[in-house]
C-alpha cells in the first residue's frame, strides 16, 4: 500500500477531530489560541517590542498580556510604542476571530441541543407511568381518562412515544385535551416497532403499557403485534412482568397476537366490542349510557375490595350491606362470577366487585329492611319474534349478525339495506336474513322499506370505505329521515347509530335517536379502564358476553309498583328475588335530555326514595 503524503495524512486527522463534535472544536481552538498568544509573544521577546521597563522584560507577563489583548480588544488602548502596538494589533485581530469562532461553536451546539429537544429523542426518567406505544385519534381520550383517574395521585406521568413530530404531538394534545392538572403529559419522537426507541419511554418503569396503531395504517392490527413483540422480546428486559394492553380489529389476528404477547398483553378487539355493544343496544334504548358511564373514570365506575367483616355472609347478604356502593360479582381465585346466585357464601380470600363513586365510598352500612307492599312478584317477560333493519354495512355486520341471533327467538328477521355488498352473508338458525342494494341516504328507499313494522333499526358507518367525517355525514342524513318517517307517521322508531367521530354526536342529538355508539370512545375507554386494572377486562368480557349474566334495561312495573315511592333497598330485594342485581334506573322523562344522561342513574344512593312508573326502567345484571 502506498504510504500518503504528509499532507493528506494531517488533513485526514484533521477531518477526524472535527468531526467528533463541539468539544472537540473546542478544544482545538483553545490549542490554536494558546500557539498563537505564545509565538507572538516569542516574536515580542525576541524583538525586544515591549516597553522598557523590568515588567514588561518578563516573558510570562507578556504572554500573559498577549492573552489579555487576545480576549478583550480594550486592552490595546493603553499600550505604548508603534512597534509594540503592531504587534498587540495582530495579537488582537486573531483574538477576535478566535471568540467570534469560539461563540459560534458554542451558539451551533445550543441550537443543535434545542432542535434534539425538540425532536423528543432524550429518555424520560419516570416511574410508575402509563406508557403509549403509537398515536391515533383514540389517544386524546385515553389522555383525558386518565386525567382523571389520577386526580387522587399527588404526581403522575403519560409518556407517549410516537413516531411523529414531538411539537406536532404536544401541540395537538394542548388543543384536543386542555388542561391536564397533575398529570403531566410527556412526548418523544421515535418508532414504537424499534426495541432502541422504545427506551425513551422507561418501559420498565412503567405501571402500564397501551399499545395503539395508526387509524391510518393500511395493516393496523399486524403494526400493534410488531409493537409487543418489540416490547415483549426486547433483549435485556426484566423479568418482571408487563402490564400491557393492545387493541385489535379483526380476530383472525388474535391467535397470532396472543403468541406475541402472551400472559403479558390483553387485547380489546375493537370490531367485537362495537358489534356486541350495538346489538345490545339495539335491543335495549339507554344502554349504551350504562356502558359509557362504567367505562369512564367521571362519576361511577367499577372497583375490586376486601370486605373481611362480610367472611361467611351470601352475595344477597353483601349487595344490602352498603349505602352507597352496588355490589355486582364476586372474584373467587382467578375466577369472575357476575350477578352469582344470591346463597353464594363469601370465602376468606374473595374480593367483591362494586360500582362506585370513588374507593373511597366504599363502606359498610347497616342494611335497611325493604317495603314489602311495593314488590311485585316476578313476572317472566313473554319472547316475541324481533325484526330489525340494518342500514349501511361494515366489517362488523357478520359478527353483528352472529351477536342477534344468541338474543333474538325463533321467527326473527334481519333486512340489510346498503350500497356496498356485505358478502356472503351467515346462516343463522331460526333468523331470516335478507339483503338489499340500496341507497339508505335516499328517502324514496327508506320510505319503501317500511320502517314502522321494524322493532329495532341500526344505523351502520361504512368505516372502511369513506373517511370517518363522510361516513358520518351519510349517517347524519340518514337520521333525519328516519326522525321525519317517525313524525309523519306518528310511530316511535327505536333507532341505533354508529358514529366515528364524537364530535358528530352532537349533531346528531337532533335526529332524536335513542341511541349513538362511538365506536372511537368506546374502545379508548376500554383501554384506559385496563390499563388502570387488568381485572376489569375479564368483568367487561363477561358483561359484554351473550352468555352469563349481562346487563338489562327491563320494565319497572315487572318488580315495583307503578306510582309507589321507594328506596334503592325495595328495588334491589324486588330484583334479587327474580335471581337478578340491581344497578340503576332509567326515567322515560329524562330519556331525550343528554344534560340528564338521558334519565340513567347508575349506582344511585340506596336511601333516596324514587317514584317508577309507565315506561321507567330498571337497570339489572341478568341471563336472559
Known amino acids: 500500500m502506498t504510504k500518503a503524503p504528509l499532507r493528506e495524512r494531517l488533513r485526514y486527522r484533521f477531518d477526524n477531530w472535527m468531526s467528533r463534535g463541539p468539544v472537540a472544536l473546542m478544544l482545538l481552538l483553545g490549542a490554536a489560541t494558546v500557539v498563537f498568544v505564545v509565538v507572538l509573544a516569542v516574536i515580542v521577546y525576541v524583538v525586544h517590542a515591549y516597553p522598557d521597563d523590568a515588567e514588561s522584560a518578563d516573558f510570562l507577563e507578556i504572554v500573559w498580556g498577549n492573552f489579555m489583548r487576545a480576549i478583550d480588544a ?164 426484566p423479568e418482571t412482568q408487563y402490564h400491557v394492553v393492545g387493541e385489535l380489529d379483526d380476530p383472525a389476528n388474535l391467535e397470532a397476537a396472543r403468541l406475541v404477547g402472551r400472559d403479558e398483553v390483553h387485547w380489546v378487539l375493537a370490531s367485537e366490542l362495537i358489534s356486541r355493544v350495538t346489538v345490545q343496544t339495539c335491543r335495549q334504548s339507554g344502554l349504551s349510557v350504562v356502558y359509557t358511564e362504567l367505562l369512564d373514570f367521571g362519576g361511577d365506575e367499577i372497583y375490586f375490595t376486601d370486605q373481611p367483616a362480610l367472611l361467611g355472609s351470601t352475595y344477597a347478604e353483601a349487595q344490602r350491606s352498603f349505602a352507597r356502593s352496588s355490589v355486582i360479582g364476586v372474584i373467587r381465585g382467578a375466577e369472575v362470577a357476575i350477578n352469582p346466585p344470591g346463597d353464594t357464601v363469601l370465602g376468606a380470600s374473595d374480593r367483591l366487585i362494586v360500582i362506585a363513586e370513588d374507593d373511597s365510598t366504599i363502606a359498610l352500612a347497616p342494611p335497611v329492611a325493604p317495603d314489602e307492599s311495593a314488590i311485585v312478584a316476578p313476572q317472566e317477560l313473554p319472547a316475541h319474534p324481533e325484526h330489525t333493519l340494518i342500514l349501511g354495512t361494515n366489517s362488523g355486520l357478520r359478527m353483528m349478525l352472529g351477536e342477534l341471533q344468541e338474543y333474538v327467538s325463533a321467527g326473527s328477521t334481519v333486512r340489510i339495506v346498503a350500497q356496498d355488498d356485505p358478502g356472503e352473508l351467515p346462516l343463522l338458525p331460526g333468523v331470516d336474513v335478507s339483503y338489499q342494494n340500496a341507497d339508505p341516504t335516499n328517502r324514496a328507499v327508506l320510505d319503501s322499506l317500511h320502517v314502522d313494522e321494524t322493532d329495532h333499526v341500526i344505523v351502520l358507518a361504512a368505516k372502511e370505505t369513506q373517511s370517518a367525517q363522510r361516513a358520518d355525514a351519510r349517517t347524519l342524513i340518514t337520521l333525519l329521515h328516519l326522525r321525519d318517517i317517525a313524525e309523519r307517521t306518528a310511530i316511535d322508531l327505536n333507532v341505533v347509530s354508529e358514529m366515528l367521530d364524537d364530535r358528530n354526536r352532537e349533531l346528531a342529538e337532533v335526529t332524536n335517536a335513542d341511541d349513538f355508539i362511538v365506536s372511537e370512545k368506546l374502545v379508548s375507554l376500554m383501554l384506559s379502564q385496563v390499563s388502570e386494572n387488568r381485572l376489569l377486562a375479564e368483568v367487561f368480557a363477561t358483561l359484554f358476553s351473550s352468555e352469563g349474566s349481562e346487563i338489562y334495561l327491563r320494565p319497572a312495573d315487572a318488580y315495583i309498583a307503578a306510582g309507589a315511592p321507594v328506596d334503592f333497598y325495595t328495588v334491589l330485594e324486588a330484583c334479587a328475588r327474580a335471581g337478578e342485581t340491581a344497578i340503576g334506573y332509567r326515567l322515560a322523562a329524562d330519556a331525550r335530555n343528554p344534560d340528564r344522561a338521558y334519565g340513567v342513574h347508575v349506582n344511585p344512593p340506596k336511601a333516596d326514595r324514587i317514584t317508577l312508573g309507565q315506561g321507567d326502567k330498571i337497570i339489572v345484571l341478568a341471563e336472559e
Do not use: Y
Not at 114 to 123: A, E, F, T, Y
Not at 151 to 174: G, L, N, P, Y
Not at 193 to 217: E, H, K
Open 74 to 237: 480594550g486592552t490595546l488602548g493603553g499600550d505604548v510604542g508603534w512597534g509594540f502596538r503592531g504587534l498587540m494589533l495582530v495579537v488582537t485581530i486573531g483574538g477576535l476571530l478566535i471568540v467570534a469562532s469560539l461563540i459560534g461553536i458554542v451558539s451551533g451546539a445550543f441550537d443543535s441541543k434545542v432542535d434534539q429537544l425538540r425532536k423528543g429523542r432524550s429518555r424520560v426518567l419516570e416511574s410508575d407511568h402509563t406508557l403509549i406505544l403509537g398515536w391515533s385519534p383514540k389517544v386524546f381520550t385515553i389522555i383525558s381518562e386518565l386525567v382523571v383517574a389520577n386526580e387522587s395521585r399527588r404526581t403522575s406521568a403519560i409518556v407517549i412515544v410516537a413516531d411523529r413530530d414531538k411539537v406536532e404531538m404536544e401541540e395537538a394534545i394542548r388543543a384536543e385535551v386542555g388542561p391536564t392538572g397533575r398529570t403531566r403529559v410527556i412526548c418523544r419522537s421515535g418508532d414504537p416497532m424499534n426495541p432502541i426507541d422504545l427506551l425513551l419511554g422507561a418501559p420498565d418503569d412503567a405501571r402500564s403499557i397501551i399499545l395503539l396503531s395508526s387509524s391510518d395504517d393500511d395493516d393496523p392490527d399486524s403494526t400493534a403485534i410488531k409493537i409487543a413483540l418489540a416490547l415483549t422480546h426486547r433483549p435485556g428486559r
